[in-house]
């Protein structure tokens, strides 16, 4: 199966900034719907951010202006720039390639990297 490799992660004290990247070695990558999850520990996978092949960006509303979701089709590379960290963004973070929007929300599909982690420090 073709990979996702997310990077970027690592320990950040709060109010630090990250910016995470996530390659797509598959085709078509202009053409796709993507998005980027976090699962803390003992907590279910949640959407972050989403950005349509079009460019249209939507965030969770824990987010709050702090983090921007932007892609580089020619690079196959969707990134998320977090700012203002909070300890409560400690995850595991994920992106997903190739979903679909469904009444506006992103819906992903099966197809997930080791994604990478985030851990910030109070």
């Known amino acids: 199966q073709v990979q996702l490799v997310e990077s970027g992660g690592g320990l950040v004290q709060a109010g630090g900034s990250l910016r995470l990247s996530c390659g797509d070695h598959?085709?078509?990558?202009?053409?796709?719907?993507m998005g980027w999850y976090r699962q803390a520990s003992g907590k279910q996978r949640e959407l972050v951010a989403s950005?349509?092949?079009?460019?249209?960006?939507k965030y969770g509303d824990f987010v709050k202006g702090r983090f921007t979701i932007s892609r580089d089709n020619t690079k196959n590379t969707v990134y998320l720039q977090m700012d203002s960290l909070k300890p409560e963004d400690t995850a595991v973070y994920y992106c997903?390639?190739?979903?679909?929007?469904?009444?506006?929300?992103?819906?992903?599909?099966?197809?997930w990297g080791r994604g990478t982690q985030v851990t910030v420090s109070s």
């Open positions: 598959g085709n078509g990558f202009s053409r796709k719907h």
């Open positions: 950005i349509s092949s079009f460019g249209t960006s």
């Open positions: 997903n390639v190739g979903g679909t929007f469904v009444s506006g929300r992103y819906i992903p599909v099966p197809r």
